[in-house]
């Protein structure tokens, strides 16, 4: 039982922790497109790579915050039936859903890594040094690399079915016990 807590608890806190970094991405966020605006707008002169940054931390935010989202239940759900019953009943509720949930993340979990992989495996005619830079880079001037982007979807995808899990563990023993679990 104390692995089980010690799993547990190391994937709320990595979520929590994900979570408080991606607070810190979305304030580059806010200083990225002020810093867009004013120079489109003030000085006439836009820039791509503000642009195009802009793009990659919002990317980068909506995919990691799945976990987090997920472990203070945030997530949409129909109040209507839920809100009102037992924390048990929520719990069984919980688990009557729960495949769907499984379904979707594993999907997206399997889809996304097959599209950070092709982004990898990309020979996109990159060189440093004369050597080639195998992986897919960005159509602009600026010339990012898209791959490691790319790789956060499947790995926002694991982190968001760990704490599924846990919820998962949680809910059966709370549909069991009728308590929460501590």
């Not at 990595?14 to 200083?31: H, I």
């Not at 979807?153 to 998962?168: D, K, R, S």
Request: glycine share 6%.
């Amino acid at each position: 039982m104390d692995k089980l807590q010690t799993f547990m608890m190391a994937v709320e806190k990595t979520n929590v922790f994900v979570g408080r970094m991606m607070a810190y991405v979305s304030l580059l966020c806010v200083a990225d497109i002020s810093f867009e605006v004013i120079m489109r707008y003030i000085f006439h002169m836009p820039t791509n790579w503000g642009h195009e940054l802009m793009f990659t931390l919002f990317a980068m935010y909506y995919v990691m915050v799945g976990g987090t989202a997920h472990f203070y239940r945030a997530h949409v759900r129909v109040d209507i039936l839920y809100a009102s019953r037992t924390r048990r009943t929520q719990a069984v509720m919980d688990l009557i859903m729960a495949p769907f949930f499984y379904l979707f993340v594993l999907v997206y979990i399997y889809t996304s890594w097959n599209f950070y992989w092709s982004s990898q495996m990309m020979h996109a005619g990159n060189t440093f040094l004369g050597m080639e830079i195998i992986g897919e880079n960005s159509f602009t001037d600026w010339a990012p690399p898209l791959y490691p982007v790319k790789f956060l979807m499947p790995f926002g995808g694991v982190l968001l079915l760990l704490q599924g899990v846990v919820w998962t563990i949680r809910d059966i023993h709370t549909a069991v016990t009728g308590r929460e679990m501590a």
